[in-house]
């Protein structure tokens, strides 16, 4: 993929499409608004930009840049929702224990590519979900997991680094916003 504009490349894999969470509901619509409102929040900052935009470190020499953010959190999706809700071998996609910080390592990631590989792994987390209670518990390094902690942890994993996806936008092109 060249430096030119994605946006409408990877429109029909990573356009945003960002509801607000409900005011009042059941605990677990409220919690699956804010998570999928703050997984539409990162695709937003994501927009229109071009590749080489998208690969730009925040502030060198930090390797954090937007497309770096979603693959990170594409491996965080894989890990709560696959490895851990559901025991699946679904080992990381971009990194590993030789490269810990191979989900921010940019340089020749295509980005409609992680975008679909992001979006993919939101749709298997979601599958993964569906049907089983807020009670249900997971287990991981001998510690156990509801899926209300979850969902709590994946909102709070999303809000912090969607924090970092403003300012790495803002001081991209000035555009900034929720």
Known sequence: MTTTDISATASSVARADRREPPLI??????????????????????????????????????????????????????????????????????????????????????????????????????EAAAGRTLDDTASRRDETFSLRWIYIHMIEEYARHNGHADLIRQRIDGATGE
């Not at 229109?48 to 979603?70: C, I, K, M, N, Y």
């Not at 894989?78 to 990381?92: H, Y």
Request: one cysteine or more; a negative charge; hydrophobic letters at 40%.
């Open 25 to 126: 509901a059941e605990e677990r619509s409220m919690l699956e608004g804010w998570l999928d409102y703050h997984r539409e929040t990162l695709a937003l900052k994501c927009e229109g930009l071009t590749t080489a935009q998208l690969r730009e470190a925040s502030t060198p020499p930090s390797d954090l840049s937007l497309l770096g953010l979603v693959r990170h959190m594409t491996d965080v999706e894989r890990n709560w929702f696959r490895r851990v809700l559901s025991a699946e071998d679904a080992p990381p996609l971009y990194w590993s224990t030789e490269a810990p910080d191979g989900d921010f390592e940019v340089a020749d990631a295509d980005p409609q590519e992680s975008m679909a590989a992001w979006r993919a792994e939101i749709t298997l987390a979601r």
